[in-house]
């Protein structure tokens, strides 16, 4: 019978899968598993204490049952409340208003043991994300009204046991990438409303990751892992709600996702308590400016707009304690500073209104079974105030001056269990 469910699982979560909206630094996605996310997830590439580690270290697979499947879903609630501090030809609108909504990220993982020391395992998540959408009427709609940002990703993996202390493990990953990008062109139509324009396009490409865990003693655990780039190149149309001036042509732009590198520490300091310890670095620099391309129409090989992200490499940093409380009950917390890929307020996007954020977290494991068990978790994080001075002017798209007020609530639960 489980084997039966089990089966259905990646379907079913592509089925379940809506926008995501960043909780990490830039537009990446954290919530991977929900398991993490009461320890700000600290430790990602070491705890290894259910198969979700396909994503965060695939060597983690040889810490696992024979069997093991894991489900998990996350709601995330950003705001970014914005407030106009003397915006510049936006022709009016509204000066306040916030771009964030609720958004719910899922994942399901499942490893089996082949024998003793070999593992394979395939994972769904999404990794990267964002949905920021604003009042069609707000001043910064010449910038953008709408950006949504899916990706799906599936992982086969395969881990070995070479020793006692070392594992190592690899994966293969395809990924989907879908992007809808809106906004309002300073051209009316016949009948004097705002035009809208609207790139929709979509690509499928690979990519790779691998990790390794050491085991220095009974007490202590680390944890390294890679996830490459994966380059994409977007093909779609755009469209125009102004055919006589701007007709619907087919469009193009590339973006190289960034790579990732994790170093983890998982460290008991006694029987009830254990330390955990992260440090990430993300490639941010791969996105620097995207380039949408008409590729079809009169103007064929034309730039229609480039979006200047200018993103620069990032950092984060977390600890976490998972503590001990019963046999059937660990409880958790988690604290972490993200860094944002943006470099200025001239270069903040308004569509990706982001800035350096501090996480605070907290949650729970509860033992059900012998083999299942239930991980909530919850996690509020601080933005700090974030000033915007996007000049625009020149390309007929305004200038943006404001500040955001914003936050993010993440609430996530995962189900674990072998067989």
Known sequence: M????????????????FSGTAAASGFQLLEQNASGIG???????AVADNASTIFFNPAGMTKLKAREYSVGMAAVR?????SDKGSIGTAGGTTTGDAGSWAYIPNGYMSWAMNKDLYLGIGFSAPFGLMTEYDP???????SVKFDIKTYNINPSIAYRINDQVSVGFGINWQRMEAEYQRQAAVLNAFTQATRVTLSADDDSWGWNAGA????SSATRIGVSYRSNIKHTLEGTLESTNQAVSPNVKAEADIKLPDTFIVSLTQKLNDKWTLLGDVSWTGWSSVDTVPIIRASGVARGSTAQTLETRFRDTWRVALGGTYRYSDDLDLKLGIAYDQSPVRSASLRLVSLPDNNRLWLSGGAQWKLAKSAKLDLGAAYLYVRDTDIDNNQTAAGRGRVIGSYDSSILILGAQFSNSF
Do not use: K
Not at 78 to 82: I, K, L, R, T
Not at 137 to 143: A, D, E, I, K, L
Not at 213 to 216: M, Y
């Open 137 to 143: 009427t707000w001043v910064g709609r010449f910038q």
């Open 2 to 17: 489980q084997a039966r469910i089990t089966s259905r699982l990646i379907p079913m979560l592509i089925a379940l899968s």
């Open 39 to 45: 320890n700000s997830y600290a430790g990602s590439a």
């Open 213 to 216: 865990l050491f085991d220095l």
């Open 78 to 82: 950003p705001s970014f409340e914005f």
